[in-house]
């Protein structure tokens, strides 16, 4: 997910062609130069002409997207959404967090109107939004059991431990086989991810 070109790099003593990616978290870059840059330690970004110009510590570079281009990828690096933003937790929402989900996802519920916590899986989960976390071992019968309690009109993120041996693909192919729609993916952090899904599987 996130923005991706393929552009030129230049710094005070290189030029080269880098294939460039930039996600809420950092910009990285890989090809004939290879960097990431975390968005925290961003100082400045700036266009001029075709060049997005960006300083970060002792960092200086730019890379040729292009006026429009440049001018987006600025927004997005001085304006990372927030992982409320990327998982829709807005204030006129209902949420519903389910399981020990990580601390960041419990800090972004508290931005919605009405946020519920239930250690366990409900019957029915009809809150707009509901995060439920995949506890290793338990990740088919989580996924099965939330298809099934998910209400028509409500959306789910199943929420994954990074590295584990079920891993994103995984839980995809799981919701799919259990009736769900995946529709987008958030990093929650280093260490989890969370992939959303709604009713009506492939």
């Known amino acids: 997910m996130g923005r991706e070109a393929k552009v030129e790099y230049a710094d005070a003593k290189e030029r ?8 809420s978290a950092a910009l ?3 090809g004939g130069k290879k960097l990431r840059l975390p968005l925290a330690n961003v100082k400045s970004a700036t266009v001029d002409g075709d060049l997005l110009k960006i300083a970060a510590g002792g960092t200086k570079f730019s890379l040729a997207l292009g006026a ?7 927004k997005k690096i001085l304006n990372p959404p927030s992982l409320a933003d990327k998982l829709g937790f807005k204030p006129d929402k209902s949420i519903a967090v389910i399981g020990e989900v990580p601390p960041e996802i419990a800090a ?9 916590a239930a250690a366990k899986l409900p019957k029915t989960i009809a809150a707009d939004i509901a995060a439920l976390m995949l506890a290793p071992g338990k990740e088919e019968q989580l996924i099965v059991a939330s298809a099934k309690a998910l209400a028509p009109a409500s959306a789910l993120w199943l929420v994954y431990e990074k590295g584990r041996a079920v891993n994103g693909d995984h839980v995809i192919a ?4 259990a009736g769900l729609k995946d529709t987008k993916v958030a990093r929650v952090s280093d260490t989890h991810a969370a992939l959303r899904f709604i009713k009506g599987g492939n």
């Open 16 to 23: 080269a062609l880098v294939k460039v990616h930039l996600d």
């Open 28 to 30: 990285e870059l890989t």
């Open 68 to 74: 429009k281009e440049a001018e987006a990828w600025r």
């Open 108 to 116: 972004a519920a508290k931005t919605a109107k009405v946020a519920a």
């Open 174 to 177: 799981l919701a799919r086989k």
